[in-house]
């Protein structure tokens, strides 16, 4: 079986759901006073095609999962119907901000449209949690905007967000496990989307985490996937390589 494929997530998702009692979503793991001691918790970053991650949530939901869908408010991922048609599969929707890249790290600015485009989001979904887009080419880092701790105590004050999810996470005993860079490999094609953990979760490849996930090697798992990365046939299965292959290249370049 072809990894980065439906029939290779579906299989991921199978084992995740015999090994792991809970499969929780971010907003229900933040508002749990006593954290279970094992758990997976299933995260996707819409970065683009949203009619893929419509396709990957009703995956989902035929299986009985739910998870998080965060998406970022651009006009090619921005898609209200699409926003709405996840969350009535159960899926948690949470908010992929990158405003202070937007704002060139003006934080004013960044701040303000934050927002905006929270409000907006809302019109559409209940927005508890937040993950910032972590843009490889841009010179800011997201996070930077909740530095100042009296802005960052207002997340909760005047945003009414449960948490930031690099933030408000203590990964130490976490293994996250990420297709970024369309491998398995911590280590690898992974400039900005890392989190401070003392798991390691590298993998050669997908049979090695089929592995890892069936024989319940890590007791905590955070699995995030980006839906546009896997292909549900065989021709859309090569252009998307080739795509991210390039994009890897210029990674390593940069
Ligand atoms: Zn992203």
Redesign the pocket.
Known sequence: MKDFTFDAYRLYLKTIQSTYKHILRFDEYLRLGRKPVSFAMIRH?I?RRPLKALRMARVENEMGIRSTY?F?VKPHVFKPSIIKAIKRLGHEIGY?Y?TLSDAMGDHASALKRFRQNLEMLRLYSRIDTICM???PFSPHNNLDLWRNPETRSRLTTNYRILGEIYLDIDYHDIAYITDTGRNWDQKRSNKR?VVDTNVLASLKNGMGLFHALKNKRWQKIIFQI?PERWSENESEYFIQFLNDTCVNLVKKVL
Do not use: A, I, L, N
């Open positions: 970053d970065d965060y970022r992929h990158e887009h972590g843009r989307d980006h």
